[in-house]
């Protein structure tokens, strides 16, 4: 016997492994669809029980454009092709199950990945704190500490980019019900790393230059690739790809990922409230459910 909490977000059951079969079928549960097996004490992803792998993961005939980040996935062409919804509240709903199943292991490799980052901006601050006193203290905006700040940003982004393809590969993992192990989190300094090293220095190049000439493009911009670091590490796509196929899928509905974006930000700030400790929590839930809009956008072909 089985419960789970269905699309509504509400909690169904007990149901047989019969009925449950029944509704993978109809489409009323997925492999994301949480479920509570008997006499388990931790919901996990339906795609976790081997039970029903055979109507999750049947096995497909890739395309020729089919990529390898993940078996049955839709082609860019099909994406293209397709119209979506995202679910916002569903989104933080799910990642928010999926944090409090694996707390600990998600919270601490996500607080591992962050002081990695603040320790890399504390270094990075000690090439930018004389140009930043001269301008703040001194009123000295000159043309070499201009150049400082923007070179160290530009050549700094690349470093963000490969940690935070790593612990989206590690979240798209959990997420799929697969093992995952601590190292998941920096699978970005594996094959793919050039492929980042170039997007992190082209998203920050191409990002400055739209913000500098007008504020609107870079906005525009920096939504339009929120999936691009994703696309090449759970798809091995090349970087200018990458790039175009999100901005080119989340171009269909810009204004609902712009406030999605929005609402992760204020689930994030949240959790400064708690004198910032919160931020431990609260930044992995909306990392994680970044990633599972990811999924509902890019993921399966639809049926």
Same mark, same amino acid.
């Given at each position: 016997m089985y419960r789970i909490i269905g699309g509504d977000q509400k909690e169904y059951g007990p149901v047989t492994a019969e009925e449950l079969r029944r509704w993978i079928a109809e489409g009323r549960a997925n492999a994301q669809t949480q479920v509570l097996g008997e006499g388990a004490a931790e919901w996990k992803p339906l795609s976790a029980f081997l039970e029903f792998a055979d109507l999750l993961n049947p096995v497909p005939t890739l395309s020729p454009g089919a990529t390898a980040g993940g078996?049955?996935?839709?082609?860019?062409?099909?994406?293209?092709a397709r119209d979506y919804s995202l679910d916002i509240g569903g989104c933080i709903t799910r990642s928010w199950e999926l944090v409090k199943s694996h707390f600990w292991p998600v919270i601490g490799i996500t607080f591992l990945v962050m002081v990695v980052i603040i320790g890399i901006n504390q270094l990075l601050g000690l090439l930018t704190r004389p140009a930043i006193n001269d301008m703040i203290y001194h009123q000295r905006?000159?043309?070499?500490?201009?150049?400082?700040?923007?070179?160290? %940003?530009?050549?700094?982004?690349? #470093?963000?980019?490969?940690?935070?393809? /790593?612990?989206?590969?590690?979240? +798209?993992? $959990?997420?799929?019900?697969?093992?995952?192990?601590?190292?998941?989190?920096? %699978?970005?300094?594996?094959?793919? #790393?050039?492929?980042?090293?170039?997007? /992190?220095?082209?998203?920050?190049? +191409?990002? $400055?230059?739209?913000?500098?000439?007008?504020?609107?493009?870079?906005?525009y911009l920096s939504i339009a690739w929120a999936f691009a670091i994703p696309l090449v590490i759970d798809r091995g796509m090349n970087f200018w790809d990458a790039l175009e196929l999100s901005r080119k899928v989340v171009s269909k509905h810009w204004f609902l990922v712009f406030a999605f974006l929005l609402v992760i930000g204020l689930v994030t700030a949240c959790g400064i409230i708690g004198c910032c400790v919160g931020i431990f929590v609260t930044i992995p839930i909306g990392w994680v459910a970044l990633m599972y809009a990811y999924e509902d956008i890019f993921g399966r072909r639809a049926a």
């Open positions: 078996t049955g996935m839709a082609t860019p062409e099909e994406l293209l905006f000159s043309v070499g500490a201009i150049l400082v700040l923007c070179g160290v %940003s530009i050549l700094s982004t690349p #470093i963000y980019t490969i940690l935070m393809a /790593g612990i989206y590969s590690y979240y +798209l993992k $959990l997420i799929r019900g697969e093992s995952v192990g601590f190292g998941a989190a920096f %699978s970005g300094f594996g094959p793919a #790393i050039g492929q980042l090293v170039i997007l /992190g220095l082209v998203t920050s190049v +191409l990002s $400055l230059l739209a913000f500098c000439f007008c504020v609107l493009p870079g906005i």
